[in-house]
């Protein structure tokens, strides 16, 4: 168990629909990172947040969003959904302070979009 | 930005042999290496890390080079066993700046045989 933890674990929708994902960091992480895994490309960074604020954008689409809360847990919204955003969505944490900068993996959502 | 390939894709080893998967990476100011192993719908968990100003780490079973002049680093398995069957994926970032994402590699399928 890394700590890390992400609700739900599964989510089945439609075309056209809107979910959101959930991500707890593990206790004194300020970082949050969202990677999404799929077949065809692999584990594609998303976005990150740093106590609150948004620190880094990587491929995330338009249709995406996500924000970090004071509680520090991060919230992924998606929406306009299309069959091609099935895939696992994975949140990690880090602390700032470490010198490794280990990211620890919270156990995903996947999502399918029928 | 940055780009990791990885190679192979797959490898099939006999149990009790050794494994060695290969990657480079683009941006000379990356200067944290992580390897994840990823088992069949479960999370990537770090199995070893390694930073620029290291040329080896090892662990046990497992070893990790970098070559900062070629931009290559290398995960090494001796002694294989089944339970070293999964997806491992080498990542990139740059701990030097706030944003750390991870860059994945596209990972590779390591089977050991019995």
């Known amino acids: 168990d890394s700590g890390v933890t992400q609700t739900p674990k599964h989510l089945i929708t439609a075309t056209g629909q809107r979910v959101t994902l959930r991500c707890s960091p593990r206790s004194g992480d300020l970082s949050v990172y969202w990677y999404q895994q799929s077949l065809d490309q692999g584990l594609q960074f998303l976005i990150q947040?740093?106590?609150?604020?948004?620190?880094a954008k990587g491929n995330i689409l338009e249709r995406f969003s996500a924000q970090q809360f004071p509680d520090l847990h991060s919230e992924l919204n998606l929406s306009s959904l299309e069959l091609g955003d099935s895939a696992l969505y994975f949140c990690?944490?880090?602390?700032?302070?470490?010198?490794?900068?280990?990211?620890?993996f919270g156990p995903g959502t996947r999502l399918t979009v029928l | 930005g940055e780009n990791v390939e990885q190679h192979p894709s797959t490898l099939s080893v006999q149990e009790g042999d050794s494994a060695v998967i290969k990657c480079t990476y683009s941006d000379s100011a990356s200067n944290y290496f992580p390897w994840y192993k990823q088992e069949l719908g479960k999370r990537p968990q770090l199995i070893i890390d390694?930073?620029?100003?290291?040329g080896e780490k090892k662990d046990q079973r497992i070893a990790v080079t970098l070559n900062k002049t070629a931009k290559h680093f290398s995960l090494h398995i001796t002694e294989t066993q089944p339970e070293d069957s999964a997806v491992y994926f080498c990542?990139?970032?740059?701990?030097?700046?706030?944003?750390?994402?991870?860059?994945f590699g596209s990972g590779t399928r390591l089977q050991v045989q019995p």
């Open positions: 390694i930073r620029s100003n290291v």
């Open positions: 990542a990139a970032s740059n701990r030097g700046t706030g944003r750390r994402a991870l860059t």
């Open positions: 990690a944490s880090s602390g700032e302070a470490g010198v490794r900068n280990e990211q620890f």
């Open positions: 947040y740093y106590n609150g604020e948004e620190r």
